[in-house]
């Protein structure tokens, strides 16, 4: 059975970083084009970045290009969303997906809250 469970939101202050993880069962992450999504309060999910195999080749929407970084550990079967200079518009739940030819699968979600 497939699982994805992402880690790492919580409450954070303008201009302040943080480090979500989503770690997979039942798949390899290698194997995937894994992609962190988002929902923000009354918009709809949106693209946040992703990245693409063993090679890591990363792709990223331009408001975050810069501020964060995707990055895979084949290791720990885990990717990372490194988040730094984090703005009131990134307040978000953040969740991950994998995606293969065949199926899309994807996490339950973690809620980032940017906030003073």
């Known amino acids: 059975q497939v699982q994805l469970v992402e880690s790492g939101g919580g409450l954070v202050q303008p201009g302040g970083s943080l480090r979500l993880a989503c770690t997979g069962s039942?798949?390899?992450?290698?194997?995937?084009?894994m992609r962190w999504m988002r929902q923000r309060p009354g918009a709809e999910r949106e693209f946040v970045a992703d990245?693409?195999?063993?090679?890591?080749?990363?792709n990223y929407r331009d408001s975050v290009a810069g501020r964060f970084t995707i990055s895979s550990n084949s290791a720990k079967n885990t990717v990372y969303l490194e988040m730094d200079s984090l703005m009131f518009d990134d307040t978000a739940v953040y969740s991950c997906?994998?995606?293969?030819?065949?199926?899309?699968?994807w996490g339950r979600g973690t809620q980032v809250t940017v906030s003073s």
């Open positions: 039942g798949l390899s992450v290698n194997d995937y084009i």
């Open positions: 990245i693409r195999g063993a090679g890591g080749i990363t």
């Open positions: 997906e994998a995606q293969d030819s065949l199926a899309v699968y």
